[in-house]
């Protein structure tokens, strides 16, 4: 079993800053390409930020300048530092990850976390 676990949102003042964790654990071989999603409210869920294992990453043009994405490999662990935040970042944050449970899959899996609800108030 394989299980990512997020961490950090909550309410936040416009101008504000959080950062969200995603940890992956059980039974992980490799954890490829990380990623955060998320979603709002009548809205479809949407890529934010990603990373890959070799830790080259992508934005969403409307997080450029403001979020950074970052991991931890040995701890199979990415983080979010989320700066400048404005209304239109809240939303439900989800964890995704391509992870091998073993060397003998012939691909990986993609996983998501619970998510983490981010409220960023005027």
């Known amino acids: 079993q394989v299980q990512l676990v997020e961490s950090g949102g909550g309410l936040v003042q416009a101008g504000g800053s959080l950062r969200l964790s995603c940890a992956a654990s059980g039974s992980i071989f490799s954890v490829n390409t990380m990623g955060w999603y998320r979603q709002a409210p009548g809205k479809q869920r949407e890529l934010v930020a990603a990373i890959t294992s070799g830790s080259n990453t992508n934005y969403a043009d409307s997080v450029k300048g403001r979020f950074t994405i970052s991991r931890d490999n040995a701890k199979n662990t990415m983080y979010l530092q989320m700066n400048s935040l404005q209304g239109e970042d809240t939303a439900v944050y989800y964890c995704?990850?391509?992870?091998?449970?073993?060397?003998?899959?012939?691909?990986?899996?993609?996983?998501w976390g619970q998510g983490t609800q981010v409220t960023v108030s005027s």
């Open positions: 995704n990850a391509e992870i091998r449970r073993s060397p003998f899959f012939a691909a990986d899996t993609a996983y």
